[in-house]
């Protein structure tokens, strides 16, 4: 995953169509009602998610001049 800021609040994001898939299955169980439990596997891959974003927001909040 990979973060770019082109203007003031525009950013470009930059994932594999594995994070992809696992950003909109998960939006669409809570957006249905998430009735019930996310099963592990989709927990971990949520998890891995989030670490990947956090990890491009640093890095790109690092590159930025002060």
């Known amino acids: 995953m990979q973060i770019k ?3 003031k609040n525009l950013f470009q ?3 594999t169509g594995y994070e992809l ?3 909109i299955s998960s939006a669409r169980y809570i957006s249905e009602g ?3 439990e996310l099963n592990s596997e989709s927990i ?3 998890k891995q998610i989030l ?3 956090d990890k491009a ?3 790109l909040f690092n590159d ?3």
């Open 44 to 46: 971990i891959n949520a």
């Open 64 to 66: 930025i001049p002060t």
């Open 51 to 53: 670490a990947n974003y």
């Open 21 to 23: 898939a696992t950003l």
């Open 34 to 36: 998430a009735k019930g």
């Open 57 to 59: 927001c640093q890095t």
């Open 13 to 15: 994001l930059t994932v």
């Open 5 to 7: 800021k082109s203007n």
